[in-house]
């Protein structure tokens, strides 16, 4: 039986990606999108002509509500911080039934990690604390409240314990994203990139405090294998997945050191002449909030989360190249929305 998908964050850089890589892998599935606006929806529709839009915003309830009680699959790579939404996919999926289970795969980030940054406004120092999602998935299934994306993650991961047998659900928890997306709309990440466009705008490099902190990456053309995988093993009826209390997937290819990155977008900035010297400042928590008001977060805390569950169970290797390899292209990307290239 073909497969009747539901996504939403088509236009996004996410969702745009896993909609490239699973639409490329299965063009017989049933795919619709949740699209708000015409535009974006006629851009989606000139790539892929046999998706179905089903047009409305994240605050649609009764539209999202009806699309997941419809659908086999769903994959939510919308705003992770959006509650409404996150509500209204769990009552579709109250609809369903063991003979026919909604495979929910959600989409987190790895800024759930950063709860101890969060709590205490540290930026830039090293914190030990790792995690992983194979022996320490519970830990992650039972993250602080206060945690970032916790709230809409206790809702998505709710669905599924209130009915294991009908509501299957994978959360996928990405760290640093980069790298150009595949998709109709938007094709570009953020944290790399806003930091690229901070240095461009002060017209000089700077440290986030000592640059220390380290957060995991991965490409988002790796990232989307895995939600491929997930949605291989859900059209399987689960497949080598795991689900509900074992359903998280952290999505990583290795560590860096936030320090680095901002040396290396100096510097490449530098080399391409578009500020005068490659030095850095050490900035403090309120003057890399006032270039930013993310920026302590995205630039400054430690997120350490290993991917070891996709890698074990689907044999996911990504492929491609490392988060510091791509500064030049993360550079000339900012300097061309700058008007600087």
């Known amino acids: 039986m073909t497969p009747k998908v539901f996504l939403t964050g088509a236009s996004g850089y996410i969702g745009g990606d896993v909609l490239y890589a699973v639409s490329q892998a299965h063009p017989d599935w ?35 509500e009806e699309e997941v009680k419809n659908s086999d699959i769903v994959y939510h790579c919308a705003d992770c911080d959006h509650v409404a939404s996150a509500e209204a996919i769990a009552k579709g999926a109250a609809y369903h039934t063991p003979e026919k289970p909604l495979w929910l795969i959600h989409t987190s980030g790895t800024g ?38 916790r709230n809409v993650d206790k809702i998505i991961i709710g669905a599924g314990q209130k009915s294991p047998d009908s509501v299957k659900v994978a959360v996928v928890c990405p760290p640093t994203i980069y790298g150009p997306g595949r998709g109709p709309v938007n094709t570009k990440s953020i944290q790399a990139y806003i930091l690229a466009a901070a240095v461009l705008k002060r017209k000089k490099g700077f440290l986030v405090g000592e640059g220390k902190n ?45 320090g680095d990155v901002q040396r290396a977008v100096a510097k490449v900035a530098h080399e391409k002449k578009l500020i ?43 492929q491609q190249p490392k988060l510091l390899d791509l500064i030049p292209e993360v550079v000339e990307v900012e300097a061309k929305a700058a008007g600087l290239a």
């Open 30 to 64: 049933e795919i619709t999108a949740l699209v708000r606006s015409k535009d974006k929806a006629a851009q989606i529709t000139s790539k892929y002509p046999k998706i179905k839009i089903a047009h409305g915003d994240l605050d649609a309830k009764d539209l999202i």
């Open 276 to 318: 005068d010297s490659a030095d850095v400042d050490q900035l403090n928590f309120d003057q890399v909030a006032a270039l930013n008001e993310f920026g302590p977060y995205a630039w400054g805390s430690n997120s350490r989360g290993h991917a070891i569950r996709a890698r074990k169970l689907f044999g996911w290797n990504p």
């Open 214 to 258: 380290i957060w995991h990456q991965v490409h988002v053309q790796d990232l989307s294998n895995v939600y491929l995988a997930l949605g291989d093993a859900a059209a399987a009826g689960g497949g080598k997945a795991t689900w509900n209390d074992a359903g998280y997937y952290l999505a990583e290819n290795g560590s860096f050191v936030w």
């Open 112 to 149: 759930i990690l950063t709860v101890e940054d969060q709590r205490a406004k540290t930026i830039g120092i090293e914190r030990p604390k790792e995690y992983n999602d194979w022996d320490g998935v519970q830990e992650l299934l039972n993250l602080p409240d206060d945690a970032f994306h």
